[in-house]
């Protein structure tokens, strides 16, 4: 029971961390709407809504059971990366709002993930 507990313990900082993960793909699936290109730029919205539901529901698996999320850190950056490059992507003249709110958002995810993995990564070296 105790080392399930100090397991637990030690996991919380990377569960702080995924639940930012959360935070952020919720953010990515209603910037459209709140900064308002939704009706310019309906692909970026829609890919928005897409990517920013799967970062929610993945943050939140990984918040569970975060001893258990390192694949799911890469998958996450993956999403981060997306959100960067979406603007040029799938609307090839967006404006400044969609590319700003986009960048910064796949910018947050993409640290979020990083430190989440290297937080994780440090775990398994001192146990392991």
């Not at 996450?76 to 090839?92: E, K, N, Y």
Request: hydrophobic share 55%.
């Amino acid at each position: 029971m105790r080392d399930r507990y100090s397991r637990m313990l030690q996991t919380r900082g990377v569960a702080a961390v995924e639940e930012l993960v959360i935070l952020a793909g919720i953010w990515a699936a209603v910037s459209a709407y709140t900064v308002h290109f939704a009706a310019l730029h309906p692909d970026l919205a829609l890919s928005n809504l897409i990517v920013g539901i799967a970062l929610a529901g993945l943050g939140l698996c990984m918040s569970m059971a975060p001893e258990r999320s390192q694949d799911l850190n890469f998958v996450a950056l993956v999403g981060g990366v997306w959100l960067i490059i979406s603007p040029w992507v799938v609307a090839r003249n967006a404006d400044t709002g969609a590319i700003v709110s986009n960048v910064i958002t796949g910018a947050c995810v993409c640290l979020f993930a990083l430190t989440a993995g290297g937080l994780l990564m440090s775990k398994t070296r001192k146990t392991g």
